[in-house]
T-cell receptor, first 116, second 113 residues
Framework: GAVVSQHPSRVICKSGTSVKIECRSL??????MFWYRQFPKKSLMLMAT?????????EQGVEKDKFLINHASLTLSTLTVTSAHPEDSSFYIC????????????FGPGTRLTVT | SQQGEEDPQALSIQEGENATMNCSYK?????LQWYRQNSGRGLVHLIL?????REKHSGRLRVTLDTSKKSSSLLITASRAADTASYFC?????????????FGQGTILTVHP
């Protein structure tokens, strides 16, 4: 099956710094990638939809200047958490959809961000 | 909330028993999907059911969909300790085949050996 990777799997950073999370589709070209955020024991909340070569579409309430998304190629999308604060600590998960007409989203393993 | 409702929020059973989780939603859907998530891990796609389907099977999994009641259920038969995980339903709304998913609150399933 299709594989999506995320890097890093865990990251700890200090308040005020920026952190970049990468999402890669390893064996298919992803026309669309999605970024989700998940709090402990909670569900996934969609943050934004990322299409290759165009600006990301953010969900209501998500600060686009805070969470910068770049979908530079058909296999890579990045999420940068700028000027991170402890409340940004969360589990960030990406998913990717191939251009084959398949309904299925392939999810990455997630990135645990802890801001101290 | 735009998220679907899932119940129960937590389910604790013994190995060998069946586990049933329910999902309700409010808008029309293109399809509904069920995912599994082990603690601290990513999501694993279990099964997808389209809006014109009523039931699907995959191994020990059985999913039903009632679009008139806007609800779906996931049945895991003959559960195993390894089935312990969180289970989420996610609905795809609209006409596109790969739009954004809206996840339910999830059910935490614990299967005791």
């Amino acid at each position: 099956g299709a594989v999506v990777s995320q890097h890093p799997s865990r990251v700890i950073c200090k308040s005020g710094t920026s952190v970049k999370i990468e999402c890669r589709s390893l064996d298919f070209q992803a026309t669309t990638m999605f970024w989700y955020r998940q709090f402990p024991k909670k569900s996934l909340m969609l943050m934004a939809t990322s299409n290759e070569g165009s600006k990301a579409t953010y969900e209501q309430g998500v600060e686009k200047d805070k969470f910068l998304i770049n979908h530079a190629s058909l296999t890579l999308s990045t999420l940068t958490v700028t000027s991170a604060h402890p409340e940004d600590s969360s589990f960030y998960i990406c998913s990717a959809v191939g251009g084959t007409g398949s309904y299925e989203q392939y999810f990455g393993p997630g990135t645990r961000l802890t801001v101290t | 909330s735009q998220q679907g409702e899932e119940d129960p929020q937590a389910l604790s059973i013994q190995e060998g028993e069946n586990a049933t989780m329910n999902c309700s939603y409010k808008t029309s859907i293109n399809n509904l999907q069920w995912y599994r998530q082990n603690s601290g891990r990513g999501l694993v796609h279990l099964i997808l059911i389209r809006s014109n389907e009523r039931e699907k099977h995959s191994g020990r999994l059985r999913v039903t969909l009632d679009t008139s009641k806007k609800s779906s259920s996931l049945l895991i038969t003959a559960s195993r300790a390894a089935d312990t995980a969180s289970y989420f339903c996610a609905r795809l709304e609209g006409r596109t085949s790969y739009g954004k998913l809206t996840f339910g609150q999830g059910t935490i399933l614990t299967v005791h050996p």
